[in-house]
């Protein structure tokens, strides 16, 4: 096995031919060096040579001034609106009511066994989805007030 690749190995070697340096190899790569010498040079003197032009004194204000003037200005609309906020809180405000209710023994014995019943049918609600709308109810809120508070202190 190692013989035959070495018989591949070889007649790959014999495909490429043989290497026959060029005489002025080593004079045509001096030549292209130094072109590159006398090129770099010749820069760094019209470099040198050229003051820096900068932007005129109200450039900055200019072009602030044109991007302003194309773009419109956004109209903020929330995604959802305002009456939709005070139905969630209500339906938090109940269902804690509702919690704190079942607690309390000031009921009389009907109304209590409906809150305790209304309480049973919750805890019947696996915990991950509570705990999800909790968050997500909690999300929301703390969005909306960001968002509003971010518009407050652009309209100031």
Do not use: C
């Amino acid at each position: 096995m190692n013989t035959d690749k070495k018989d591949r190995f070889k007649k790959i070697i014999k495909l490429g031919g043989d290497e026959n340096p060029v005489v002025d190899f080593t004079a045509s790569v001096m030549k292209t060096i130094e072109a590159d010498l006398q090129r770099e040079t010749a820069l760094k003197v019209l470099l040198q040579q050229e003051d820096a032009v900068g932007p005129a004194f109200s450039f900055t204000a200019n072009v602030m001034a044109q991007i302003t003037a194309h773009k419109p200005a956004a109209i903020y609309k929330p995604i959802i609106p305002r009456k939709a906020w005070y139905g969630i809180a209500a339906m938090m405000a109940v269902f804690f009511l509702l919690i704190f209710a079942a607690n309390t023994s000031t009921h009389n014995t009907a109304q209590k066994n409906w809150l305790v019943d209304t309480i049973n049918y919750t805890y019947a609600i696996p915990p991950i989805y509570l705990m999800a709308l909790v968050i997500a109810v909690v999300l929301l809120l703390a969005d909306y007030l960001i968002i509003q508070l971010k518009g407050k202190a652009h309209a100031v």
